[in-house]
């Protein structure tokens, strides 16, 4: 089996840092494009920001250049580092990414991190 682990979430003040970490755990062959998606109370999950294994980059409207985007392969990890943050970040924040396995290594499979919550007081 395949887990995407979170960490890093919290409770910051308006205008702090946080920095989110998802690591793939299980038996990983390969990945493809990793991602972060927030959901707030009362709304749909939506797009933060996505990375492909090459390091192209895309980022929503909203948190272009507050928000980055970062991969390390070797350790199968995906990172986002969230600066000048805003009450209106305040979220659930989720990893996502496309997953390869060892026995079916050409076939990827969409894979989600628990879930990490992240308050920006005002």
């Known amino acids: 089996q395949v887990h995407l682990v979170e960490s890093g979430g919290g409770l910051v003040q308006a205008g702090g840092s946080l920095r989110l970490s998802c690591l793939a755990s299980?038996?990983?062959?390969?990945?493809?494009?990793m991602g972060w998606y927030y959901q707030a109370p009362g709304k749909q999950r939506e797009l933060v920001a996505t990375?492909?294994?090459?390091?192209?980059?895309n980022y929503a409207d909203s948190v272009k250049g507050r928000f980055t985007i970062s991969r390390d392969n070797a350790k199968k990890t995906v990172y986002l580092q969230m600066n000048s943050l805003k009450p209106e970040d305040t979220a659930v924040y989720y990893c996502?990414?496309?997953?390869?396995?060892?026995?079916?290594?050409?076939?990827?499979?969409?894979?989600w991190g628990q879930g990490n919550l992240v308050t920006v007081s005002s």
């Open positions: 996502n990414a496309g997953v390869a396995v060892p026995t079916d290594p050409y076939r990827y499979f969409q894979v």
């Open positions: 299980g038996s990983v062959s390969s990945i493809n494009a």
């Open positions: 990375i492909t294994s090459t390091g192209s980059t």
